[in-house]
């Protein structure tokens, strides 16, 4: 029979078809990855995974094997923190999966509150892109969340928590900073910075370039959100940052001019989701409210987030 082991170890090459980055996320040297997955696959009698010179790819057995993997870890997870509920009740350590563009900004203001009310829990967090944060969540890699909406899966709880502005920023010099007031299609021909794929961000702003005409710069995708910032300020284009970043890390004009976009606001929805099947269900919907409670007393006017109430 597969060990547990060895199907993490799937799991993680069909998110990452990359033996050293798969490696990596399970800790493991990728010598040792790479072995037991071909003892995975003499156990199971069958190939997983295809080795080419053009990379990794799994087989569609592969991935089949890999999808139940996933359901299987996460309900191993859920058995163990079964028995560590009827041990201890909740003391223990919560991992917590955010996006880079949002971890980082948020959570100094929310842990604070969190460590408070839970002064025995222990976060532990992972940064992951969106796209990834989910299917982490499903392995069992993670027990929550961040991430923005819609997250359409029936295997777990979405708990809408606070909607944030994003907002359009130039260089200092750049022609639209003498407007005081900027529209969609005064964008028109433009050129835009965005994150790279993989990211909501990028996905959102590709298709406000498209509703107005500006022009995406593929070829200048970022990692992060200061290098679009440093872009920005060096008149590579514009970009749509997020209000809470903003607030955090443009401290004066030099850096890069916020302009007074009109018309419909452009906002991100975030949520927290669990695993349906989650032991500890009813402490993350608490989790949840105060979250939403700190947007609401702490963050609205600070920097314009708006509580979603479920």
Not at 93 to 107: E, I, M, Q
Not at 258 to 268: D, E, F, Q, Y
């Amino acid at each position: 029979m597969p060990s547990l082991r060895q199907l993490e170890y799937l799991v993680a090459l069909s998110q990452e078809l990359h033996f050293r980055r798969a490696a990596e996320r399970v800790h493991v040297t990728q010598p040792t990855l790479s072995a037991q997955l071909q003892e995975l696959e003499k156990r199971l009698k069958a190939p997983l995974i295809e080795r080419g010179v053009k990379g990794v790819m799994l087989t569609p057995l592969g991935v089949e094997v890999a999808a139940r993997a996933r359901n299987v870890l996460a309900q191993v997870q859920d058995i163990r923190d079964l028995a560590s509920a009827s041990q201890h009740g909740f003391d223990g350590t919560v991992r917590l999966g955010v996006p880079p563009t949002l971890g980082p900004y948020l959570l100094p203001h929310i842990v604070p509150h969190l460590h408070t009310t839970y002064p025995s829990m222990k976060l532990y967090v992972r940064e992951e892109r969106p796209g990834n944060a989910v299917t982490q969540l499903l392995a069992g890699s993670h027990d929550l969340t961040i991430v923005p909406r819609p997250v359409q899966n029936q295997d777990v709880v979405v708990r809408p928590l606070f909607a944030e502005p994003l907002r359009l920023i130039c260089a200092p010099d750049h022609p639209l900073v003498e407007r005081e007031q900027v529209r969609l299609k005064d964008l028109a021909g433009e050129k835009v910075l965005a994150m790279e794929a993989g990211h909501h961000l990028h996905d959102r702003v590709s298709r406000l370039c498209e509703e107005c005409g500006a022009e995406l710069l593929r070829d200048y995708e970022g990692t992060s959100l200061d290098t679009l910032r440093h872009m920005v300020g060096m008149g590579v284009g514009l970009a749509f940052l997020p209000n809470l970043y903003i607030h955090s890390e443009i401290r004066n004009r030099n850096e890069g001019s916020v302009l007074n976009l009109t018309g419909p606001s452009l906002t991100r929805e975030i949520a927290l989701v669990w695993r349906s099947t989650a032991v500890h269900g009813e402490l993350y919907g608490e989790m949840a409210d105060l979250i939403r409670r700190v947007v609401g007393e702490e963050l609205a006017m600070l920097a314009g987030l708006n509580r979603v109430d479920r």
